[in-house]
Structure formats: C-alpha cells, structure tokens
C-alpha cells in the first residue's frame, strides 16, 4: 500500500458525515442492528479502518463474538439472527451492489415485512452513509485497527 494523507486533517470537511452519523444513530433503529448492517456493508467494500470501528462499536452495543465471526455467512446461520435482521443485511447489500435492475422486489417486500417506511428510509440513509465512509477510507488506504470507542477513549 503506498502512503497516502490521513482524511483526519480535514475535519471540517468530513463535519457533514459525522454530524449524518450522530443523527442516524438517534433516528430510533437499534444500535446494535445498526452496527451489523454497518459492519455487513463494510464486509463487501473491504474497508478495514470501518470493520474495525465497527466491530468494536458493536460490542460496546452488546453484540457477541459470535454475532460478529457469523455475520458474512448470515444466510446459512438463521438461528442466530432475526427476521428483522436478515431483512436488514438482504436490504443493505442489494443497496450496497445495485445492479442494473436496482434493488429486487422480494428483497424490498421482505424488507418492509419488519420496518416501517420510516425506518426502511433511515436504514437506507445507514447504508449509504457507510458506503459513503467505505469508499473515503479505502481511496485514501486509511489503516485499520487503531479505533477505540468513545467510552474507552475517555479511560
């Protein structure tokens, strides 16, 4: 990997997103099921600096170990996630790899069998900012593994 500049020097650029993220977490989806579709999305950009934030982030929401090794295998793993959940993780990817026919139907019906058009909306708004946040860290090769939860920072 070459070394490129830290997007951390411009944090008013980045203001916008951070303030979209606070908003998002406050926008009444669970914390935790936030963090997995975050996690889940960040699986299929490859985003190492947002797998690490947000693996840490959803154990400090009282997600378990296991939760988090399972979640790239979810579909084969049914006793372990929600309906709601799954929903979630079918929605964020179809979003997340629009083809060329958009997101499939079933994915949407299935999706909004356990939200509400409000939250359909908000996770959505959660999809795309992560893949928003992916697509920086990755084009600008921010290194992975050094992000710790606010609650630890303040230890």
């Not at 490129?4 to 008013?12: A, G, L, T, V, W």
């Not at 372990?80 to 979630?88: D, F, K, L, M, N």
């Not at 990817?93 to 908000?122: C, H, I, M, W």
């Amino acid at each position: 990997m070459s070394k490129r500049f830290s997007i951390m020097k411009y944090p008013q650029a980045l203001k916008p997103l951070l303030d979209y993220g606070v908003a998002l977490h406050k926008c009444g989806l669970e914390a935790s099921l936030v963090e997995l579709v975050q996690m889940r999305v960040s699986q299929i950009n490859g985003c190492a600096y947002c797998l690490d934030m947000h693996s840490k982030d959803a154990r400090t929401a009282g997600e378990t170990e296991q939760r988090l090794y399972m979640l790239a295998g979810w579909r084969e793993a049914p006793a372990i996630y929600s309906e709601r959940e799954c929903a979630a993780f079918a929605w964020a990817e179809a979003v997340t790899r629009l083809g060329a026919d958009g997101v499939p139907d079933e994915v949407y019906q299935r999706a909004l069998a356990s939200f509400s058009e409000e939250e359909l909306l908000n996770l959505t708004l959660a999809v795309n900012l992560i893949n928003t946040w992916n697509r920086i860290n990755v084009a600008f090769q921010t290194p992975g593994g050094s992000y710790r939860p606010a609650a630890r920072q303040a230890a």
